[in-house]
């Protein structure tokens, strides 16, 4: 274990399949960390990382962690059949930790891609890749790198709410 580390961050902005058998034991292993700072973008997982997931697989091995910021991105190949979740469904999972303000969006890009985003307000990185026209008028005031991906036509008034 990493019993003197009190701070980690890992901003990683190149998608990995690895969260799961690499980042999540890693997270457990610093108990003692107090602050910590994660920027994953998660791909082909089965499901969404959401506040379940954060609170029952790292949050529960940090019980001294006061700080949480973070901004993780899960896309999913999904099957047309299944059913589909919306923000709400994921922000209802977030009532499970103690740390807040969080947003989550969901897209669909047809009927065999998801990707979910789930992050902490005041969102403080610089990078944010891969938004839509479903992103809520939030003010990212830290971002200087913005890539945008839709199935619809991004229209300007979406510029101007995010500017």
């Not at 901003?11 to 969260?19: G, K, M, Q, V, W």
């Not at 962690?65 to 059949?81: A, M, R, V």
């Not at 990212?140 to 619809?152: A, E, I, N, P, Y």
Request: proline share 6%; charged share 20%.
């Amino acid at each position: 274990d990493l019993l003197n580390l009190k701070c980690f961050s890992l901003i990683c902005y190149n998608a990995t399949d690895l969260y799961d058998n690499l980042v999540v034991p890693l997270l457990r292993r610093m108990s003692h960390l107090e602050e910590r700072t994660l920027h994953v973008y998660i791909l082909n997982r089965p499901t969404f990382v959401n506040g379940i997931h954060l609170h029952k697989e790292i949050l529960i091995y940090m019980p001294r962690l006061d700080k949480l910021t973070f901004y993780i991105k899960t896309t999913n190949e999904i099957n047309g059949s299944i059913h589909r979740l919306c923000n709400d469904d994921i922000q209802r999972t977030f009532s499970y930790t103690n740390h807040r303000p969080v947003i989550s969006i969901v897209d669909y890009f047809g009927t065999y891609k998801a990707a979910c985003h789930v992050f902490s307000l005041p969102f403080p990185f610089h990078r944010l890749q891969w938004i839509t026209n479903n992103f809520p008028p939030i003010i990212f005031s830290s971002v200087t790198d913005l890539k945008l991906s839709d199935t619809v036509r991004i229209k300007p008034e979406f510029f101007i709410r995010i500017a």
